[in-house]
Nanobody, 115 residues
Framework: QVQLVESGGGLVQPGGSLRLSCAAS????????MAWYRQAPGKEREFVAR???????NYSDSVKGRFTISRDNAKFTVYLQMNNLKPEDTAVYYC?????????WGKGTLVTVSS
C-alpha cells in the first residue's frame, strides 16, 4: 500500500508557472508508473502525464511541450512542472501510483489559472 499527498497548487495568472509535488509514503522505485490526472469542474478526470520506472514519459496532447513530469525515487516524490499555464488548465490535479496492479490516488490539489 502507499499513501499519496499532493501539494503546490494555487492561483496563478495565465502564462505563469507552478510546480506540483506528490509525496509517497514509501518507496516508489518499484511502481509501474507514477502519473498526474486532473479534473475540471463539471468534467471527467483526464490523464495529464506519466513517468514509468524506466523514466520514460508520456503526456496528453493538451499539455505536451508545457508540462514536465519527473520523479525522485530517493525522496519518494513525483513532480509536475507546469509552464505557460492557461485558464483551461484550471482543475484539481491528482497523483496516481500504479503498484503491483493496484491504482492508488491522492486527494488532489487545486490549480486555478485566472487573471
Amino acid at each position: 500500500q502507499v499513501q499519496l499527498v499532493e501539494s503546490g497548487g494555487g492561483l496563478v495568472q495565465p502564462g505563469g508557472s507552478l510546480r506540483l509535488s506528490c509525496a509517497a509514503s514509501r518507496s516508489i522505485s518499484d511502481s509501474n508508473g507514477m502519473a498526474w490526472y486532473r479534473q475540471a469542474p463539471g468534467k471527467e478526470r483526464e490523464f495529464v502525464a506519466r513517468v514509468r520506472s524506466s523514466d520514460r514519459t508520456n503526456y496528453s496532447d493538451s499539455v505536451k511541450g508545457r508540462f514536465t513530469i519527473s520523479r525522485d525515487n530517493a525522496k519518494f516524490t513525483v513532480y509536475l512542472q507546469m509552464n505557460n499555464l492557461k485558464p483551461e488548465d484550471t482543475a484539481v490535479y491528482y497523483c496516481n501510483c500504479a503498484l503491483y496492479g493496484v491504482d492508488y490516488w491522492g486527494k488532489g490539489t487545486l490549480v486555478t489559472v485566472s487573471s
